[in-house]
Each structure stands twice: as C-alpha cells, then as structure tokens.
C-alpha cells in the first residue's frame, strides 16, 4: 500500500518545517518509498511512485542542474521533491517553481538544519505501517466473508481502523486479461495503484486483495452514483495507460453491514465473469436484468441442459453447416416474433424469414409462434452467455 503525498505533508510540516512550494494539484499522489538522491543519473534506477530528497550537492557542476534533475524524476515517475535548502541550492529557481506547478509534481523545501535521513525514516515507517494496516484489513474481511475464525473479532480489528460494522460495502471485481508473464505482476499493480489513487481522492478507506485469478477493490461508504462516478474516471485512467482493453470488471451492489457481504462478493465474482464471456467492460449486477435470476442458479447443469435442449442444438447445427441461425434467433427476439421487422432488420425476404423459422422449429422441437416456445428460446439465449462462451451465438453484446 502507498500512501498520499498530502498524508506525508501534513506529519512533517510541523516537526520538520517542511514547506510547499508548487504542484498543489498533486497532493494526491501516492508515494511507495522514499529515496535521497543526489546524482540525477541515479534517478534511472526509480521504479515510480517514490518521493525524492536531495540537498543539490551537484547543483554546482552544470547551470540549470535542479530544473534538469525535477524533470529526469517526474520523467521516470517520481511523484514529489523535496529539496534541503543550504549551501548547495539556496533558493529554488523560478523555472523549477513553474515546471513543478504545472506538471503537478509536489515540490517541497526542508532547512539545512532538519535531517534528511530522520525524514527518510518515518515517512518509510508511515508506508510500512499502512501496508501493514491495509494487509490486516484485507485479510479480515476475507476471512469474514469465508466464515474463517471468529466473525466478531474480525469486525473489532476493522473497526479500529474506521469500517464500522454497519458500514456500506461494494465490491469491483477486476479480470486482466493479459498473459501469465513477467510483466503480469507488475501490470496488477499498476491497475491496484490507480485505483486506490482514485478511491483516496474522495474516500481514504481502500482495501484491495486477489481472490483466484481476479483483482478485488473493497469500496467504502461510497453510493451508486459515486460508485459509477469512480469506475468511470477509472477506466478513463486504464485507457490513458493502455489497459482499456485488457480488464473486465463486475459490480456489486452497495450493502450495508460488515457481516452480509459474502452475497454481495459472490455477485461482484460473477458479474466480472459475465462481462469476460461477453466482452463487456463493465457489468453492475443492479442493471444486468434477467442474468441476476440466472446468475443465482448454483446448479450449472442445469443451467446448461436447458441451453442443450434448445439453443445448443441451433449452434451445434450452425457449427457443422456454417449457418447462423443463432444470429437469425436473437433478430427473430428482438422484433417480438414479427417477420416482417426480421425481413426488414436482415435485408431478407419475407418467405426466407417464414422458411428459417421452420428449420429452426424441425432443429428443436420449440414452436416459435408460442408463448412457451419463445420464452425458453429466450432465456437459452442469455444462458449461452454463461455456460457456451466459446461457441458463437450470432453478434456480439448482452444476451439479446
């Protein structure tokens, strides 16, 4: 876990006397670790995300040496400076002022006096401890949501640290849909750091965690529209990275209370499941429709023997004859059973509509011009989604 600039900022400013110069607007960027740098070689080396000291002891050795160095930092992802002001930088020049203000890069100033090294350490112990406070909230409410140990005792270790037991909950459920390689770690935690970057910009109450092969963001105290507000600026951010395509995402519902989320986690689960089949970037269990009925069935065969008894035999039959009847189905839906729109809708004759429908009746024994006949039609399609992801059902999108 990393915590904000603005969190650093305010325990040291006192103690420390340490001073915001410029780049206000990037208080909320999270720090990962710390560094005292004074070589601007050295800053190659950075992973991202580290807040920088230096005291400018080559400030000496070229004209322009401290507006060089803030930029070769925010240029490997540094996201602040903190400069010891003395006998090698004695003032911050104008140019380092503007570049810092308007690149959004915190730029702070320490006296000679306050040691560099005593700020180093404590702003490391702040990160360690909030890696620590976030691994233990992560790990009770996963052990609350999979009945592990006392139930009670868990919500009391929460609730020192602000998750009240009648608090609201929503779970995002995150698929990365990249290959299982050396960069995969490290493209986790680029779409972990954003998000908690996200969250602390309005809510300093994040808890992230893996479950299998997904990424789950524990939102707090957040309502729907706040919830859909927060992943809308968060897949913006995915696709300034060039992670859009790569993730899929499910959602929750927002639930109050500690010890009634297991449903709610289970649907988030779910949700994301669905929008990788369907290749939907986002799936909100509230606005999924007739796949919350479906998505409650535990017993997948039986989901998937209805599918078989009706729209598996169309797409067995596709599959063998390089038809689409499935597609035709799904049009045939649409228009409310009217051939008319499906002739219109497809650019076919009325009479090939007439004449696909009876193939599709001779396929699967369902009478289309019945209630019964479209219903079970209708809802094999949307299992499709569910239990045949590799099979093709004719366009793509929900369900119908």
């Given at each position: 876990?990393?915590?904000?600039?603005?969190?650093?900022?305010?325990?040291?400013?006192?103690?420390?006397?340490?001073?915001?110069?410029?780049?206000?607007?990037?208080?909320?960027?999270?720090?990962?670790?710390?560094?005292?740098?004074?070589?601007?070689?050295?800053?190659?080396?950075?992973?991202?995300?580290?807040?920088?000291?230096?005291?400018?002891?080559?400030?000496?050795?070229?004209?322009?040496?401290?507006?060089?160095?803030?930029?070769?930092?925010?240029?490997?992802?540094?996201?602040?400076?903190?400069?010891?002001?003395?006998?090698?930088?004695?003032?911050?020049p104008k140019a380092v002022i503007a570049f810092c203000e308007q690149a959004e890069f915190p730029l702070?100033?320490?006296?000679?006096?306050?040691?560099?090294?005593?700020?180093?350490?404590?702003?490391?112990?702040?990160?360690?401890?909030?890696?620590?406070?976030?691994?233990?909230?992560?790990?009770?409410?996963?052990?609350?949501?999979?009945?592990?140990?006392?139930?009670?005792?868990?919500?009391?270790?929460?609730?020192?640290?602000?998750?009240?037991?009648?608090?609201?909950?929503?779970?995002?459920?995150?698929?990365?849909?990249?290959?299982?390689?050396?960069?995969?770690?490290?493209?986790?935690?680029?779409?972990?750091?954003?998000?908690?970057?996200?969250?602390?910009?309005?809510?300093?109450?994040?808890?992230?965690?893996?479950?299998?092969?997904?990424?789950?963001?524990?939102?707090?105290?957040?309502?729907?529209?706040?919830?859909?507000?927060?992943?809308?600026?968060?897949?913006?951010?995915?696709?300034?990275?060039?992670?859009?395509?790569?993730?899929?995402?499910?959602?929750?519902?927002?639930?109050?209370?500690?010890?009634?989320?297991?449903?709610?986690?289970?649907?988030?689960?779910?949700?994301?499941?669905?929008?990788?089949?369907?290749?939907?970037?986002?799936?909100?269990?509230?606005?999924?429709?007739?796949?919350?009925?479906?998505?409650?069935?535990?017993?997948?065969?039986?989901?998937?023997?209805?599918?078989?008894?009706?729209?598996?035999?169309?797409?067995?039959?596709?599959?063998?004859?390089?038809?689409?009847?499935?597609?035709?189905?799904?049009?045939?839906?649409?228009?409310?059973?009217?051939?008319?729109?499906?002739?219109?809708?497809?650019?076919?004759?009325?009479?090939?509509?007439?004449?696909?429908?009876?193939?599709?009746?001779?396929?699967?024994?369902?009478?289309?011009?019945?209630?019964?006949?479209?219903?079970?039609?209708?809802?094999?399609?949307?299992?499709?989604?569910?239990?045949?992801?590799?099979?093709?059902?004719?366009?793509?999108?929900?369900?119908?």
């Amino acid at each position: 876990m990393a915590v904000s600039v603005e969190k650093l900022y305010r325990n040291a400013a006192a103690p420390y006397h340490m001073k915001l110069i410029a780049g206000r607007a990037g208080m909320e960027n999270l720090i990962e670790w710390v560094h005292i740098i004074e070589d601007e070689d050295a800053a190659t080396f950075l992973h991202g995300n580290e807040l920088v000291f230096t005291a400018g002891i080559r400030s000496g050795t070229m004209e322009g040496w401290l507006i060089h160095f803030a930029r070769s930092l925010y240029d490997v992802g540094a996201k602040a400076l903190v400069v010891n002001l003395g006998p090698h930088i004695r003032e911050i020049p104008k140019a380092v002022i503007a570049f810092c203000e308007q690149a959004e890069f915190p730029l702070f100033t320490i006296p000679w006096e306050t040691r560099m090294v005593d700020m180093t350490r404590d702003f490391c112990e702040s990160i360690i401890q909030a890696e620590r406070v976030e691994m233990t909230l992560a790990s009770c409410l996963k052990n609350i949501l999979f009945h592990i140990g006392d139930a009670q005792t868990q919500v009391l270790q929460m609730e020192r640290y602000g998750y009240l037991r009648d608090s609201a909950f929503c779970f995002v459920c995150v698929s990365l849909n990249s290959e299982i390689d050396e960069r995969y770690s490290q493209d986790k935690k680029v779409l972990v750091r954003q998000a908690q970057s996200l969250a602390q910009n309005g809510n300093e109450l994040f808890v992230h965690f893996e479950f299998q092969d997904f990424l789950i963001f524990v939102l707090t105290e957040y309502s729907q529209e706040d919830v859909e507000h927060y992943l809308f600026n968060y897949l913006d951010s995915m696709r300034s990275c060039g992670f859009f395509s790569k993730i899929f995402i499910g959602v929750s519902e927002v639930k109050k209370g500690l010890l009634t989320q297991e449903q709610n986690f289970q649907r988030a689960m779910k949700c994301c499941k669905l929008a990788c089949k369907m290749k939907e970037q986002v799936l909100y269990y509230k606005k999924i429709g007739i796949y919350q009925l479906l998505l409650a069935v535990d017993d997948r065969a039986l989901l998937e023997n209805f599918y078989e008894e009706v729209v598996g035999k169309i797409a067995a039959c596709d599959r063998e004859n390089g038809t689409d009847y499935i597609g035709f189905l799904k049009c045939y839906m649409r228009c409310d059973g009217s051939p008319q729109r499906v002739a219109q809708e497809l650019f076919i004759h009325r009479n090939t509509v007439n004449n696909i429908i009876k193939k599709i009746e001779t396929i699967t024994g369902a009478d289309l011009n019945s209630m019964e006949g479209r219903i079970r039609c209708v809802i094999g399609l949307y299992i499709a989604e569910l239990v045949a992801p590799t099979r093709k059902t004719g366009g793509s999108g929900r369900g119908l």
